[in-house]
Nanobody, 121 residues
Framework: QVQLVESGGGSVQAGGSLRVSCAAS????????MGWFRQVPGKEREGVAC????????SYADSVKGRFTISRDNARNTLYLQMNNLKPEDTATYYC??????????????WGQGTQVTVSS
């Protein structure tokens, strides 16, 4: 059974930084990409960043490009999202996700319960 558990969220002032983490357990298929999306209640979810399997690289939403960095620690089965120069519009619940087509426009097969990030002006 796959479980994704996010942590590291919190409150920060605009311009600050946070790193959120996603601890993965269970078997995630080799061809699944992993990434992060965020959501504000009442709004559509927004894909933030993806990291592709087998050294396939990374991708970012235009809104976070240059500020956020996705990475993974394979030995610890952990996914990270380093968020720098945070803006109030980054305020959302951040979810870790995985799926075969998730990073190619499809729905994730798995996702966590999210971690809240609040950025004050």
């Amino acid at each position: 059974q796959v479980q994704l558990v996010e942590s590291g969220g919190g409150s920060v002032q605009a311009g600050g930084s946070l790193r959120v983490s996603c601890a993965a357990s269970g078997y995630i298929p080799w061809n699944y990409c992993m990434g992060w999306f965020r959501q504000v209640p009442g709004k559509e979810r927004e894909g933030v960043a993806c990291i592709y399997p087998n050294g396939g690289g990374t991708s970012y939403a235009d809104s976070v490009k240059g500020r956020f960095t996705i990475s993974r620690d394979n030995a610890r089965n952990t996914l990270y999202l380093q968020m720098n120069n945070l803006k109030p519009e980054d305020t959302a619940t951040y979810y870790c996700a995985a799926g075969a087509v998730y990073c190619r426009g499809g729905d994730p097969a798995y996702w966590g319960q999210g971690t809240q990030v609040t950025v004050s002006s």
